[in-house]
């Protein structure tokens, strides 16, 4: 069974405190989102429903949303921006990354079908995105993808 609390994000909390930091971005996972109550068809954004340990829900994506509850909690008492960004599908120039798409073997891939789409981001891009996150000095948390 998974801890209540992410042990590393808590690990990470302190040392922020610390150190005296600022700012975090968080990257989460689009696997938080609660598909099942979701309309099909729907955008998907920050105001979309989240897992919230509902029966049913995996470890990951209630890991992934204990994070984010345990940094919102540790920001508002800390004075710590925060920004998160939650990535689809992470690819690169060489390959598409088959996680959570499907199974690619031998150069060929099998992707389960779905009327949805796949929001997807290219590593360097969103390296940079993260990295552009952390770098506004003004106090805002502006999304950078």
């Known amino acids: 069974m998974a ?13 922020l405190k610390e150190f005296g930091a600022r700012k975090l971005v968080l ?11 979701i309309p099909p068809y729907s955008v998907i954004d920050e105001d979309s429903p989240v897992v919230d340990g509902q029966v049913g829900a995996n470890v990951y994506a209630t890991m992934k949303r204990r994070q984010k509850l345990l940094v919102e909690s540790y920001a508002s008492n800390a ?57 506004h000095d003004d106090g805002s948390c502006r999304p950078c993808l």
């Open 3 to 15: 801890s209540s609390r992410p042990p590393g994000t808590k690990n990470l909390l302190s040392a």
């Open 27 to 37: 990257v989460s996972s689009i696997a938080v989102y609660a598909y099942d109550r």
């Open 79 to 135: 004075n710590l921006a925060t920004v998160s960004l939650r990535p689809g599908l992470v690819y690169d120039s060489k390959r598409l990354e088959p996680g959570h798409a499907g199974i690619v073997r031998g150069g060929i891939g099998v992707v389960i079908k779905n009327d949805a789409r796949v929001p997807v981001a290219q590593v360097e891009g969103l390296a940079k995105a993260i990295i552009d996150s952390g770098a």
